[in-house]
T-cell receptor, first 117, second 112 residues
Framework: DAGITQSPRYKITETGRQVTLMCHQTWSHSYMFWYRQDLGHGLRLIYYSAAADITDKGEVPDGYVVSRSKTENFPLTLESATRSQTSVYFC????????????????FGDGTRLSIL | AQSVTQPDIHITVSEGASLELRCNYS??????LFWYVQSPGQGLQLLLK??????LVQGIKGFEAEFKRSQSSFNLRKPSVHWSDAAEYFC??????????FGAGTILRVKS
C-alpha cells in the first residue's frame, strides 16, 4: 500500500535553476493536485489535473509547469526558480466520482521541502 | 468564490482539557467541509468530513465537528486533549473540480 509518494523530500537549489518535483500515486486516482504551503497562507493550489493529459491552473500557477502523461504521475517543474518559491510542496490525489464535486477527501503525500538560495 | 477563515493562528491547551478550533466558511450552496491534521514533517491526514445529514460529525482520534449553517461555521472539538494532538489543523471547503480551499491553519500546542 504505497499510496502517494513525493520525491525528493528535501531539495536545495539556486535561483534561476530548473527544478522538478515528482509525485507518484498507486491508487489510479483521476484527480491530482499540487499545493504549496507557506506560513500564514495554509495550502494554496498551484495546478491540478482531472485525468491524464488534462491540467488546469489553480490559485498560484505563475512560475510553475505541470504535465500528466500517465495517470499515476504528476510532476511539477519550476522553470527558473526564484527565492519566493521557497516553500513546502504537497501533492494530493482523489478519485473521480459523479458530479462536479464528489466530496471525496484528498490524500496527501509527505511533502517536498524546497529551499532556493 | 469559496473561502475559509480560521481565526486562531495558535491555541494552547492543557493536556486533559477540552478543545475547540474555529472555522468559518464562505460558500453559496451546501458546502462539503473537511478537517485535516498535519504533524510536523508529515502530509495532511483527514480527521473528518461533512457532506449532508447529521450536523454533528464524528471523526478519528476522538474528534468531532458541528456544522452550523446559520453561523457558516464548522468548528472542531475534542473533549479531552492528549499531548499527541499537538499539530497544525486545517479546515477546508470543497470546490468545483474536486478542489479544496483551505484555511490558513491553527497550530495547537498542548501543555502538560
Amino acid at each position: 500500500d504505497a499510496g502517494i509518494t513525493q520525491s525528493p523530500r528535501y531539495k536545495i537549489t539556486e535561483t534561476g535553476r530548473q527544478v522538478t518535483l515528482m509525485c507518484h500515486q498507486t491508487w489510479s486516482h483521476s484527480y491530482m493536485f499540487w499545493y504549496r504551503q507557506d506560513l500564514g497562507h495554509g495550502l494554496r493550489l498551484i495546478y491540478y489535473s482531472a485525468a491524464a493529459d488534462i491540467t488546469d491552473k489553480g490559485e498560484v500557477p505563475d512560475g510553475y509547469v505541470v504535465s500528466r502523461s500517465k495517470t499515476e504521475n504528476f510532476p511539477l517543474t519550476l522553470e527558473s526558480a526564484t527565492r519566493s518559491q521557497t516553500s513546502v510542496y504537497f501533492c494530493a490525489s482523489t478519485p473521480r466520482e459523479q458530479g462536479a464535486f464528489s466530496g471525496q477527501p484528498q490524500h496527501f503525500g509527505d511533502g517536498t521541502r524546497l529551499s532556493i538560495l | 468564490a469559496q473561502s475559509v477563515t480560521q481565526p486562531d493562528i495558535h491555541i494552547t491547551v492543557s493536556e486533559g482539557a477540552s478543545l475547540e478550533l474555529r472555522c468559518n466558511y464562505s460558500y453559496g450552496a451546501t458546502p462539503y467541509l473537511f478537517w485535516y491534521v498535519q504533524s510536523p514533517g508529515q502530509g495532511l491526514q483527514l480527521l473528518l468530513k461533512y457532506f449532508s445529514g447529521d450536523t454533528l460529525v464524528q471523526g478519528i482520534k476522538g474528534f468531532e465537528a458541528e456544522f452550523k449553517r446559520s453561523q457558516s461555521s464548522f468548528n472542531l472539538r475534542k473533549p479531552s486533549v492528549h499531548w499527541s494532538d499537538a499539530a497544525e489543523y486545517f479546515c477546508a471547503v470543497g470546490a468545483s473540480g474536486n478542489k479544496l480551499v483551505f484555511g490558513a491553519g491553527t497550530i495547537l500546542r498542548v501543555k502538560s
